[in-house]
């Protein structure tokens, strides 16, 4: 088990700073759960110990050849623990990286261990039984929160403070725990490989969500500020506003320019709307699809994809191209009706 840090490695600090910070390691997240040792042998890890919105790209980049080389030294699977504010991306950023058929687990917890009721034990003993289950092998990487276990590629935090704030909007989870069991009902596929990803620094890819009368000052800027991508979060299928769309065009024209929905779920569409700024015309202008990828996952790959060393019509070829297999492999199956007679 890799620990990185967030609310589930949280407790008070001295009284001056007041609230809590990451200060638990893996071993102390371990230590207090008995049940383990009953489910698995655990290698506690600290990998990291910081809040999560402070992990960056190389630090995920790092911790996948970790786990990798975890896999390689005989593991059948791994658990990450980290907070949940950026969880989703981390999860999403392995199951990018990491190519191995062993199953990954993000977990973290929502409230800390100072409070009455803190979640993070039974998300590290939950997450412990799935990673250890030969059921969710091939299934890449997935989160598991609540007894319930998420595609990485679908998940998304959706609310601030509620234990069931991990949903899978689009086609829910893959499956759940209970009774100390691992159910998965439906299955997902796997998707193209991105290539190698070096250590160090990744290429900036701008994240910009459209909203009501907006106009294109921030996208006019982007190049000169150095970004080497965008992603554009537009509204409801990928539409935009008439008036940003020459500097949609024109910065498709200078790097990849990724269409994605702000809404969160669903895909993106490709032929049904015809006015200026709709998909169809920001399409046929260069833009590439996100196609079921959120603006924030649409943001992880292609940074991944940069920084391989592909560029312009390269990257976005290849941005297509896994958008692509995800597309054709996420038809979710039932499992054997054994799960059931069990």
Request: with cysteine; charged share 20%; proline share 4%.
């Amino acid at each position: 088990m890799y620990s990185l840090g967030g609310t589930i490695a949280s407790t008070k600090s001295d009284a001056s700073t007041g609230g809590v910070t990451p200060q638990l390691g893996a071993a102390d997240l371990v230590a207090v759960i008995p049940e383990l040792s009953d489910v698995a042998d655990v290698t506690a890890v600290t990998f990291r110990q910081m809040p999560s919105g402070d992990l960056t790209f190389a630090d995920l980049v790092e911790l996948a050849r970790a786990i990798e080389q975890s896999f390689d030294s005989g593991a059948d699977g791994v658990v990450v623990t980290q907070g949940t504010d950026t969880l989703e991306e981390t999860a999403f950023a392995l199951d990018v990286l990491v190519r191995r058929p062993q199953p990954v687990v993000v977990t973290g917890a929502m409230r800390n261990s100072t409070v009455a009721s803190p979640d993070g034990s039974a998300n590290v003993l939950g997450s412990v039984r799935v990673a250890a289950s030969p059921d969710a092998k091939g299934l890449g990487t997935l989160v598991v929160f609540s007894d319930e276990i998420h595609a990485a590629r679908f998940v998304r935090k959706t609310h601030t403070s509620s234990l069931a704030t991990f949903r899978s909007p689009t086609c829910g989870p893959l499956g759940w725990l209970v009774e100390d069991r691992v159910r998965i009902a439906l299955r997902v596929g796997g998707f193209a490989d991105v290539g190698t990803v070096p250590t160090g620094d990744v290429p900036a890819v701008a994240l910009i969500k459209c909203s009501l009368g907006d106009d294109a000052r921030m996208l006019e800027q982007l190049a000169s500020l150095g970004y080497a991508g965008v992603v554009v979060e537009a509204f409801g299928g990928g539409h935009v506003p008439a008036r940003v769309v020459a500097s949609l065009e024109n910065l498709a024209a200078r790097m990849p320019v990724v269409l994605a929905s702000r809404t969160g779920s669903g895909e993106v569409l490709n032929e049904t709307y015809g006015f200026p700024g709709s998909e169809r015309d920001l399409l046929s202008r260069g833009l590439v699809s996100a196609g079921m990828l959120d603006g924030p996952k649409a943001r992880v790959l292609l940074s991944y994809l940069l920084s391989t060393g592909a560029e312009g019509s390269n990257a976005r070829a290849a941005f297509e191209r896994v958008v692509a297999s995800l597309s054709s492999n996420d038809v979710a199956t039932v499992t054997s009706t054994q799960m059931f007679l069990d």
